[in-house]
């Protein structure tokens, strides 16, 4: 079971309840700075000194590029579960989250922990091949503080009934 | 500048979506053949190169600071989001903006001296289509001049 990576599954074999720790990632000044100059180009949000002036007292990482490094750490994460596994067909894109907190600032070497939990398989059939895998994902600092949580639902490939093409075996 | 009154819509200007800001983004955060090779991006669900929709969010969150702050609300950050829904995806060379609506002010705020406000965006293409929506919450200075003077 445990050597089974997600891709080389189908929709029907992915339990809920299933956990991944997806790995860490520590944040540097550099590259808070270089993803506020492009998505929140604002003095207090780019520039160290003036940063200090802000609501948070000092650079915080944009709450987007916490929630980016969390898509990182799952794509290198699965990299890594699925060398020898050429089928990426059966893990789909993402089509909806919900409930996405930011619940505390994440500073320039601020350390998180990504993890990935399967909470429910809603009962919807998209586009006759796909199933919804909802997962609830949370990242959690050095301090084992919760400093985001989010569901996402994303599209995963249901096995093939048999009268389907073969060579999709 | 009058402060907009709940039922208005603010419109953003736009960005443009090029083929090397798409594939920079996704091999940053989002690595997956169907946002950075245009061959691969053909036989995929999309059927074409398109942006990370991390990328779509996040540039609909820049726009959304600045049209908050063009029309006299500060800004501080984006706290939550209840939902976000990717519609279709958004191709080499689109462009996006946003259409705000301002919903709800709450007085308590996780950030101090700061209210949160909640805000319903459309995130659309150069041809109009939606191509997002996102319900978000953000925190708003209580008093403008704050960020400034302390």
Redesign the interface.
Known sequence: MTDLYLRDRWFEDLPVGEFHVFGSHTFSELEIVE?AE?????P?STDPDQAR????QGL?A????V???W??KM?DYMEVYAQGVND?RRN????????????EPVRPGHTLTYTYEIIAKPDRVIREKWGLIRSRNEAFNQYNNKVMQ?EIDI?AERQPKASDDPQQQ | MATPSPSDHLESNSIDLNKSAIVAFAS???????HLDADAADQS??GGLCA????I???A??LV?ETLLDNGLPF???????????SQPTFVNDQIRVRVALGESLEES?????RRQRLEIQVCNGNGAVVATMTATA?I?SEPAL??S?
């Not at chain 1, 944009?62 to 590029?65: A, E, K």
């Not at chain 2, 940053?28 to 169907?34: E, H, I, L, S, V």
């Not at chain 2, 996780?110 to 700061?114: G, K, L, Q, R, S």
């Open positions: 993803f492009t998505f929140d180009p604002r207090e002036l802000n609501h948070r915080v944009s709450p987007w590029l929630t980016a490094m898509m990182r794509v990426g789909g894109a993402g089509v909806a989250i919900n409930d996405l907190h930011w619940l989010f599209l | 940053r955060f989002d690595p997956q053949p169907y669900i999309f990370s929709g991390w990328h969010a996040a540039l969150t820049r600071i501080v950050e984006m706290t939550s989001v209840s939902q976000l829904k990717w996780p950030i101090p001296d700061t925190a200075a960020a400034a302390t």
